[in-house]
């Protein structure tokens, strides 16, 4: 079932790519991203990502993070999301952790924050940009 990288509580903390349409759509519809409408594409995509850590609460599928990177200087943090019923619970910050320490010795970790969100990743390391802009071609609504 993948590499169990820790547990915290009850939450275990997986390092595997393979998710079943369902796992997927379930997660992202739970967060109300527009992108859980396409779990077939979802699928894909978390097998092409070169690092994917999940969160599992038993078997259900309760937050995961998505990174992407060019070998050596820099990575893109593409997905973070927690599943609602369980935010509290530490669960991105431990994501995030993960990834941080994973690209530990990269020149930089990038992420684009939605505003309501940009002082969680604040808080965990992350400084907003004075002179750079989130710029997107996207049929995508969320």
């Not at 973070?80 to 619970?89: A, F």
Request: hydrophobic share 40%; charged share 25%; proline share 2%.
């Amino acid at each position: 079932m993948g590499n169990i990288i820790t547990t915290n509580m009850n939450i275990v903390y997986k390092d595997i790519k393979d998710f079943t349409e369902k796992e997927l759509e379930d997660l992202f519809l739970s967060v109300e991203w527009s992108s859980g409408h396409f779990p077939d594409k979802l699928v894909i995509a978390m097998k092409n990502f070169k690092t994917v850590y999940s969160a599992w609460d038993g078997n259900k599928l309760v937050g995961m993070i998505c990174a992407m990177d060019d070998g050596i200087m820099n990575a893109y943090v593409h997905y973070l999301l927690v599943n609602p019923e369980y935010h509290g619970k530490k669960i991105g910050r431990t994501l995030v952790d993960m990834v941080k320490q994973h690209y530990k010795d990269y020149l930089r970790i990038a992420v684009i924050a939605y505003d309501k969100e940009a002082h969680f990743y604040e808080n965990c390391g992350f400084t907003k940009s004075n002179d750079a802009s989130p710029m997107f071609i996207t049929s995508l609504w969320t």
